[in-house]
């Protein structure tokens, strides 16, 4: 686990934020850094909190959690700023709120049915920069999606400037293997294929790891 885990809290009532905090920092290793009921809230305040993983609940005053999310990591590009994990929170579980919390930029979606367990496990692994533990969890459940033709097109136009390495780091990648893995298998270091999926994020307007996994099995080549 990792030490010190900075956590922000945005949105939902004050008694559903109180009772998290408490969950939170009964964990030695987790500190809240930052929490807000969203009223008349400027993203840029919540960016300037440095924080390592964001829950910010479904239900915003003037906009959804997904399109918050999307906004934020816009902003974020633009001011070159780093953003944490985010996780958005709701009641029920639901599989199409996951996958809409993936697409939006977040790592996963949180569910007070599924209790404080759940919560606290999920907050855990957000601690790796470049989790992707939902995504990897959810696509055995998947059927294909229908892709437009233009989309898809576009999205392998954008990968024609990968070296041979770059795409065998990428399909091993699309076959859900650890950075571990793939580094064994394409026989180059961890930093290599680190940099790759980050370049490819680049190369596809992604701002995460999971949207990466999500967009490329969208397009089939998870079936590669």
Known sequence: MATNLRIALLGGSDLVRKSRRTILESQTSFRVVF???????????????????????QRLDSISAFDFVRELHKTARFRGIHVGNILISGQFNELQLRLAAIAAGAVDFVFISDGVESLLEKVTKCAEND??????????????????????????????????????????????????????????????????LTKIQGLLMLDTRSQLLLQMYNIGALAL
């Open 35 to 57: 929490d807000n009921d969203a009223h008349q809230f400027e993203p840029q305040t919540l960016l300037e909190a440095t924080f390592d993983v964001l829950i910010v609940d």
């Open 131 to 196: 989790t992707d533990f939902a995504i990897r969890e959810i696509l055995p459940e998947l059927h294909s999606f229908e892709v437009s033709q233009d989309h898809f097109q576009k999205t392998i136009s954008n990968l024609d400037v990968l070296d041979e390495n770059e795409a065998l780091i990428l399909k091993s990648f699309c076959e859900l293997r650890s950075d571990s893995q793939i580094a064994t298998a394409v026989a180059v270091p961890k930093a290599k294929v680190r940099r790759t």
